[in-house]
């Protein structure tokens, strides 16, 4: 593998899917699938009932307000929740299966690398575990934009910062599915635009992506849209669906529509 990597590029010996996922039959499209799928937590229920398929090699986003459930699906998906009924399957297998350890990347909310630690040394550390090396390791720095910060503790990074370096290190282990919960907060314009690219880079080599977020102007960079509200999927369409249904280019307004028609009861039925 290379050790040079342009910052902003992911380093191509660690681009995930470029292998076996590429190989995978027709038939195994579905990157990842959930049936009915219902969680409680904290006695009631937060994902209800919840089906889709996310097709390989795409960007999804999973989007919607604040406590609609977007972490605990990821958290079904990458199989560290329990699931009170219906099932999720990633990569042809039930989530949560040992075989998918290494296949399946998962950047937190939190971020979840060592604070003190460099950065350098968590990625290091990372690459050990994966069992890649250090050159890409510090590929892996660079792909995020955090050559310069490479030294430093990670306790003393910004939030963005701290994201990005768990999201370096989940590159490592060259997932086939990447679960990213909310990776641009906290980022500026120019390295949202970045990583977008970097997704869609990754996405184009075969890896799967699923991106939450609940800023509505990240929806138009996704492939698909899984839209996600009181632990409903009240949408699972392209961007341009969506716009096309709902008469309004702006996808936030669709959105609001969307969840406006459902609130309505069709007529001439009373609520
Ligand atoms: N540990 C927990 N115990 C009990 N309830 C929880 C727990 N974690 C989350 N919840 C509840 O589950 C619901 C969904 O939370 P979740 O974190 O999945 O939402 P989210 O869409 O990711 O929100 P955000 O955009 O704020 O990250 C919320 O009502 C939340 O209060
Ligand atoms: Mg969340």
Not at 64 to 73: A, E, I, M
Not at 129 to 149: K, N, T
């Amino acid at each position: 593998m290379s050790g040079v990597s342009a910052p902003g590029t992911v380093p191509a010996g660690s681009l995930p899917g470029s292998d076996s996922a590429s190989t995978q039959p027709a038939a195994a499209s579905a990157a990842l699938s959930a049936d009915h799928l219902t969680v409680d937590r904290g006695g009631r229920p937060v994902l209800r009932g919840v089906t889709f398929e996310v097709p390989r090699g795409t960007v999804t986003g999973l989007l919607g307000p604040s406590g609609g459930g977007k972490t605990t699906l990821m958290r079904a998906i990458v199989g560290v929740q329990v699931v009170k009924s219906g099932s999720v399957t990633v990569l042809g297998l039930p989530a949560g299966s040992a075989e998918l350890r290494r296949r399946v990347g998962y950047v937190t909310q939190a971020p979840s690398v060592y604070a003190d630690l460099t950065v350098r040394d968590n990625a290091r550390y990372f690459a050990a575990i994966y069992g890649v090396g250090r050159a890409a390791a510090d590929a892996a720095i660079a792909a995020v934009g955090l050559a310069e910060q490479a030294g430093q503790l990670v306790a003393s990074l910004s939030g963005g910062q701290r994201t990005r370096v768990s999201l370096a290190c989940a590159l490592l282990s060259s997932p086939q599915l990447l679960v990213l919960d909310e990776p641009t907060v906290g980022l500026d314009p120019v390295l949202r635009e970045e990583l977008w690219g970097q997704f869609h880079e990754l996405a184009a080599n075969g890896t799967t992506l699923l991106v939450s977020s609940h800023v509505m102007d990240e929806a138009g960079r996704c492939d698909r849209l899984l839209l996600l509200r009181e632990g409903e999927l009240i949408a699972d369409e392209t961007p341009a669906a969506i716009r096309a249904a709902t008469g309004t280019l702006d996808l936030e307004q669709a959105f609001l529509r969307i969840i406006r028609e459902r609130a309505t009861p069709p007529e001439g039925k009373v609520a």
